[in-house]
């Protein structure tokens, strides 16, 4: 340990971040059922990390191994650098928010937050102050006398935040933190949980299944799927690269073609699609994968543009004639408010969702049911994946 | 629509008559008989005069009959506290058992709670008696440690004599406990079953180790559950006459032997329902006191 | 390999399994020897001396035994029936309808399952010899009126209990519905509730069953010479001698228990399974 306190002998290491968290190999098994599957993560000091799959993937899972809540099958959980292995949970530097908030019933507010500092024997007068402190980081001060019973589902969670924070964790878990708060708190709980965060500058590690809400707080996000990390990076990385079909669905929607290959030169690479035949999609930049392969192209609904019809279909700017268009007809249309959403469907049948601002109070008369339309795209839009 | 309404009377006639009549003709009437009888005394025979008299009573506060009673609660509050030691930690390892073994785990304790009490007492006298399987087995361990004796030079033990284990106190608190111990581990697991487990995380991720964790939070929240265990252990052990009957010895009446005998032997009526009542008031301020405890907490639902 | 156990797997811990080992040994040991030596080739000895059905071909051949066994069986299937109408209608009543003393019969019905049994055996034979001698010269099985009246008051109020946990979760919509499709208050009855309340009405069933052939207290002070029940029967046995006897005599009854309990136990998985599709 006291090779960290001292000056790096090796400049090159000690410029490089260390990081707080690391997964090596972790497994867990229960019986044949492979929760997480060889997972290996590092998460930095000061990150507003976010664990992010459907139920069941193990992200659960790994936050609860990282609080020593599950013993991992195989790998080790490292904290600060420190093998956690042998280290039960009561005596790891993390403390964890649960997804119920285990807010204990028979005890005060104020004698819930000031549980994890009786244990660590903090005299009387620092203890109390140290309550008072945590309650007003989350703007309970006046209710620390209160039951549980008393309050609301949002003031419970502020507990169980409190009562984490006070302990000084070198991390904090939050397990799906909002999922049990109406729509309207859970939006201004995400808003508050960023700025505490960056307010108490503690490295936050948190478990959602809401891609909203990951993309909204995270710093840095981890998609799960089957027990493995599909795909690691920023929310806009995740959002406007997905490395995957899983990535691609699961954060935001998305348009999906099958297609082949048909060429992938240096600045253009071209793919067939039977959907949208028989015009072809272009991209201005080459892609992975070999020619005549199956690929699939993702595009975004609102990197989609509508037009009315007409003989020829429209240019679309950096494109070959021809190229990304589709010509349908609009089925369905959502007016949400600050958006419409257009369904549009293809000769052969196939449905395009398409989303369009309402920029000014007359928009959504421009398009009615049954016209029929253009479908075009930006050749810089559209992803192509190989899995 | 004067039909409809007596139809809805009629309705609520044939709910009610049938369950109330048999309470008051078959239950509460006996009952006020015993309570009748205890303000009486023993003319003739067969004839009883209630006259009042409250002789019964002071009769039974007399030390003899208050010591035996004082004994009997005793031994039924021994009898619980053992139930709950060694009830609670099977509990706890039910509610934490694979899903798929708990209802086995669960069965195996409900098994000695549905077969007959006069059976599994039957089933302690073989194994306590002078010639029974607990000497024996005492026997063969004394053997062995005197063979173990001669092996390393020593002396050898000298005769195994066998130990008196039954009909006397200890028969009667070891039988009662076997008896009653189904009857603590079924409302504790109820209890337990129902706290949130991330409490018990919380907990721990708090820094509190698993001592502390079932004191501050797992006693607190099962405590209902464990003072219905309690009540539901306590009740049927203080007015036990099959366990005391055929395991204790002379010293080892409980207050229900008396009362047998009063009825059997002694014929002598109306001590024996002053007696009764006595034991009715006993377990009657048990259960007041639990409800007593529970005042102002919402219902729990496994009251007795 | 570090340890594979999380921290709140106590039943994994070695000192549990343990303790539950001893507990679950102290339980079932006596039982299990009790059964093992109703097969034992002799009279008295503890130490086995071989398999034998002798006892169980004694068991019977001996009249007043079997006697008290059709009995028992006889009066706690009468006492089952009786209880499981009595109870339904005392939970349905405290459950259905709000009438003036309703707190004073609702302490009535639960009064028998906190009175202790000597106190009500004493009381059934007081009322039975000076109120309502019954008489002792009645064919079988009326000659067993007395017990089967003294089982139900003790039996019912379990019947209620458990009947009346299942009505809690019972939708009084579904009662309006049938009413509202034109059936009169027994119809709704009988098409609606009863079918709702069945899972209960086994459990009940069962658990009045098993308590009225277990009874022994109450039993002993409401039976006459002529009316001896199979624990009333075994417990004088067991003041005589203890005999091997009596060991097959109790295993019969230990498998009736179980057999019973299997029952219920099936039967529970199969109403649990029903409601999870």
């Given amino acids: 340990m006291s090779a960290v306190d001292q000056p790096a002998p090796n400049g090159a290491r000690a410029a490089a971040i260390k990081p707080i968290i690391g997964f090596r190999n972790i497994s867990k098994r229960w019986g044949s059922m492979h929760a997480v599957d060889n997972v ?77 500092l009786k244990i660590d024997r903090v005299p009387q007068s620092e203890r109390d102050n140290r309550v008072q402190e945590a309650l007003d980081l989350v703007q309970l001060g006046h209710l620390a006398s209160r039951m549980p019973d008393q309050l609301s589902g949002g003031q419970r969670q502020r507990v169980a935040l409190a009562r984490a924070l006070i302990k000084k964790p070198k991390v904090l878990l939050l397990d799906e933190p909002l999922s049990a708060l109406d729509a309207k708190l859970r939006e201004a709980m995400r808003f508050e949980l960023s700025q505490l965060q960056q307010k108490v500058g503690i490295t936050f590690i948190m478990v959602t299944h809401d891609q909203d809400e990951a993309l909204a707080i995270a710093s840095r996000i981890a998609v799960m799927n089957k027990g493995s990390i599909a795909q690691l990076g920023t929310p806009s990385d995740l959002y406007e690269f997905p490395a995957s079909r899983f990535v691609a669905d699961f954060i935001g929607s998305v348009n999906m073609f099958e297609g082949t290959l048909i060429s992938d030169k240096p600045e253009e690479a071209t793919v067939a699609c039977p959907d949208l035949s028989p015009y072809v999609v272009h991209v201005p930049h080459s892609v992975a994968g070999q020619e005549e392969s199956t690929v699939w192209v993702a595009i975004r609904p609102e990197k989609m543009s509508l037009h009315k019809d007409a003989e020829t279909p429209p240019a679309v700017s950096k494109c070959p004639a021809a190229h990304n268009v589709a010509k349908g007809e609009i089925k369905e249309i959502s007016y949400l408010g600050d958006i419409s959403i257009f369904h549009v469907m293809l000769a052969n049948g196939r449905l395009l969702r398409i989303s369009r601002p309402n920029r000014s109070r007359w928009d959504q008369d421009d398009f009615t049911w049954g016209e029929t339309v253009w479908v075009s795209w930006d050749g810089s839009s559209p992803v192509v994946l190989q899995s | 629509m004067a039909s409809q309404k007596q139809e809805r009377r009629l309705t609520f006639l044939a709910t009610a008559l049938p369950p109330i009549g048999w309470v008051v003709v078959f239950f509460l009437a006996p009952l006020a008989i015993v309570w009748a009888y205890s303000f009486g005394q023993n003319v003739s025979l067969t004839e009883v005069d209630i006259s009042g008299t409250f002789a019964n009573y002071a009769r039974a506060l007399q030390p003899l009959y208050l010591g035996i009673f004082l004994k009997s609660i005793f031994i039924a509050a021994l009898t619980t506290l053992l139930c709950l030691i060694i009830g609670f930690p099977v509990a706890l390892a039910i509610v934490f058992a694979e899903e798929r073994w708990r209802p086995w785990l669960l069965l195996l304790v409900m098994l000695p709670f549905w077969t007959n009490l006069l059976i599994r007492t039957y089933a302690l006298i073989a194994v306590l008696r002078t010639n029974g399987f607990a000497n024996f087995t005492l026997e063969w361990l004394w053997d062995q440690g005197s063979w173990l004796m001669t092996l390393v030079g020593l002396e050898p033990l000298g005769e195994f004599t066998p130990m008196q284990l039954l009909y006397n106190n200890f028969a009667v608190v070891f039988g009662l406990v076997y008896v009653h111990l189904p009857f603590m581990v079924l409302p504790l697991y109820a209890a337990l079953d129902r706290i949130d487990k991330s409490l018990m995380e919380a907990s721990l991720d708090l820094g509190a180790g698993h001592l502390r964790t079932l004191f501050s939070i797992v006693v607190p929240l099962a405590l209902p559950g464990i003072i219905s265990g309690i009540i539901i252990t306590f009740v049927p052990a203080l007015g036990a006459y099959l366990t005391p009957d055929l395991l204790g010895g002379p010293d080892s009446q409980m207050i229900a032997n008396v009362i047998e005998r009063q009825f059997k032997r002694a014929n002598d009526w109306p001590f024996g329902a002053a007696l009764s009542f006595l034991l009715m008031y006993a377990t009657f301020a048990v259960i007041a006191l639990r409800a007593y405890l529970a005042r102002g907490k919402s219902a729990d639902g496994h009251g007795i | 390999m570090a340890k594979q156990r999380a921290p709140l797997e106590y039943n994994r811990r070695w000192q549990m399994r343990l303790w539950l080992f001893l507990v679950f040994f102290f339980l079932y040991a006596p039982l299990m020897a009790l059964i093992a030596f109703s097969f034992n080739n002799s009279k008295r000895n503890i130490v086995w001396q071989g398999f034998t059905l002798d006892y169980y071909r004694k068991l019977f051949n001996n009249d007043s035994l079997m006697i008290a066994f059709a009995n028992s069986l006889t009066i706690a299937f009468l006492a089952t029936l009786i209880s499981l109408v009595i109870g339904t209608l005392a939970a349905v009543l405290l459950w259905r309808y709000r009438f003036p003393g309703k707190t004073a019969v609702e302490g009535a019905f639960t009064l028998p399952l906190v009175v202790p049994e000597i106190c009500m055996g004493v009381s059934m034979l007081l009322f039975f010899t000076r109120v309502l001698p019954w008489p002792n010269d009645l064919t079988w099985p009326f000659n067993l009126g007395s017990i089967v009246i003294a089982h139900v008051s003790f039996c019912f109020p379990f019947v209620a209990l458990v009947v009346r946990a299942r009505l809690a979760s019972f939708n009084k919509e579904q009662e309006e519905a049938a009413r509202d499709l034109g059936a009169n208050d027994w119809q709704a009855f009988r098409d609606v509730l009863i079918p709702h309340i069945r899972p209960a009405l086994i459990a009940g069933g069962l658990l009045a069953f098993t308590l009225s052939l277990d009874d022994f207290v109450i039993t002993f002070f409401t039976a006459g010479p002529d009316t001896i029940t199979f624990p009333v029967k075994v417990y004088s046995m067991l003041r005589f001698s203890v005999t091997p006897e009596v060991n097959a005599a109790s295993t019969m009854l230990i498998l009736i228990t179980v057999v019973l309990m299997i029952i219920m136990m099936v039967m529970q998985n199969r109403a649990q399974k029903k409601a999870k599709e």
């Fill in chain 1, 40 to 116: 290996s993560l590092d998460i930095e000091p000061g990150e507003f990390f976010a664990l992010l799959g459907p139920s069941g993937c193990g992200k659960t899972t790994l936050l609860r191994m990282l609080a020593g809540l599950e013993v991992p099958t195989e790998g080790h959980v490292l904290i600060d650098g420190q093998d956690m292995s042998d280290i039960p949970p009561n005596k790891r530097a993390v403390n964890m928010v649960f997804q119920s908030y285990a807010v204990f019933p028979h005890m005060t507010v104020a004698d819930n937050v000031a549980y994890g």
